[in-house]
């Protein structure tokens, strides 16, 4: 039998696998602002760096520290290829939304809190005199239809150990395990800009506006996208590391009728923060995981419509070209962005020496800024839990926020 010929095209095939091989082997993208330095096992253990207040609440609810801080997923873990990241969890899963027969007057909920305080008219609320780690079940449907209805709502002064945190998060959806994310244990992730910044996230003073400290909506590339995401603060700087919210509820009725008759029922692609390589096409560079979900949702709690894009991950308008889709979302990101009257402003600082602050928020309804002004100058550490909701949708029966509240639309 003759020796087999190898073809031009055999051979390319080969090169191409060859270096398929070899980009599975390095070191995962990461986020698409810097690369994360990346040490089989753990990452850069950080322990000795660990703020005194998170490591005394750590102690105090007996977390396991003795592998080190914070942990990341075993180097082979971590998908390398776009296709591999896609179908972490590409399965559709039930979900239940826990706000949708809950009490409409809270009485469970405001009645065992010591006040219950509106930070502004539409959104944001402040809950005294409660602690997240003793609600019974009414009590979390309850605050889950007032985080629908608020967009976000803070809890100070709380003794919470990350267990809690991450059994409340279970109870609102499917928490969220990051591939790549530094973590204290699977589906707690952690905040920390500290960290960050020694693993090449380059924040400083005229470079503030990268990472969290910029305005976005978490995990938008899912398939069923972040519902409720909880972050607790366990150290927090004496002034500044304040983080705003803005409301796309509020976001929508800026749009006038017309406007948002033409955007009702168009859909936009939305991409990951973080970057894979292409099988497929594995020179090209980079590539994001991609999803296309509604540009106006319908919150199933509220049954209010809301503005569902984000500067920093809302790719473009499908059907439209693409100089007609920036202009149009170049627009959309500037209400959230420009108008203060749609958005809420908190600092975290408690009240009481040695306890943490929580803020609980609505991916569907809004986006959020962390605020970088205290420049690394004071510690900021926090922990982390994400409970992913439904497939968005887009119901054409529902309401605005203002047309169902009764409120002027002028």
């Known amino acids: 039998m003759a020796p087999t010929v190898a073809t031009p095209q055999s051979q390319s095939q080969e090169e191409i696998e060859q270096v398929v091989r070899k980009l599975a082997s390095l070191k995962p993208i990461s986020r ?13 253990d950080a322990l000795d760096q660990l703020p005194e207040s998170a490591r005394k609440r750590f102690e105090r ?17 971590i998908p390398k290829f776009v296709d591999e990241a896609f179908q972490i969890r590409e399965e559709e899963y039930p979900y239940i939304e826990r706000g949708k027969n809950a009490d409409p007057e809270k009485k469970a909920l405001f009645g065992a809190a010591k006040d219950v305080i509106h930070l502004t008219k539409h959104l944001g609320t402040e809950i005294v005199g409660l602690q997240l780690s003793d609600l019974n079940d009414k009590q979390k449907d309850e605050l889950a239809l007032l985080i629908a209805e608020r967009v976000v709502v803070f809890f100070r002064d709380q003794d919470l150990s990350p267990q809690k945190q991450l059994e409340l998060g279970h109870y609102w959806g499917q928490v969220e395990v990051h591939a790549q994310a530094p973590r204290l244990v699977d589906g707690i992730s952690v905040i920390w800009s500290d960290y960050n910044r020694n693993n090449g996230l380059p924040l400083s ?4 506006r990268i990472g969290n400290s910029q305005w976005h909506t ?17 150290t927090i ?17 800026k749009l006038s009728p017309s406007f948002q008759k033409f955007l009702d029922g168009k859909t936009a692609i939305y991409r990951s923060a973080h970057q894979y390589i292409d099988r497929e096409n594995p020179l090209k560079g980079p590539k994001f995981i991609e999803r296309e979900h509604p540009i106006i949702r319908t919150h199933p709690a509220t049954g209010w419509k809301s503005l569902y894009v984000n500067r920093s991950m809302t790719v473009r308008i499908v059907g439209l070209e693409p100089d007609e889709s920036k202009v149009i979302l170049d627009y959309l990101f500037s209400i959230f962005e420009r108008n203060l009257d749609i958005q809420v402003r908190f600092n975290w600082a ?16 809004s986006q959020h800024n962390a605020v970088w002004d205290h420049e690394g100058l004071e510690a900021r550490h926090g922990t982390r839990v994400t409970s992913l909701a439904e497939i ?18 002028n």
């Open 392 to 409: 968005p949708y887009f119901d054409p029966e529902s309401k605005s926020q203002r047309e169902s509240l009764g409120l002027s639309l």
């Open 32 to 44: 698409g602002n810097y690369t994360e330095k990346h040490i089989k096992g753990n990452g850069i």
């Open 218 to 234: 978490d995990l938008v590339h899912e398939k069923q996208p972040a519902g409720i995401t909880h972050l607790h603060n366990d």
């Open 350 to 365: 408690p009240t009481k020496e040695g306890f943490g602050t929580s803020a609980i928020w609505d991916n569907r309804i």
């Open 237 to 253: 700087p004496k002034v500044g590391g304040d983080t705003l919210w803005a409301s796309g509820y509020a976001a929508y009725d």
């Open 205 to 208: 003073f005229k470079n503030s």
């Open 61 to 77: 609810h007996n977390v396991d520290l003795s592998k080190g801080y914070p942990t990341k997923p075993p180097f082979d873990q």
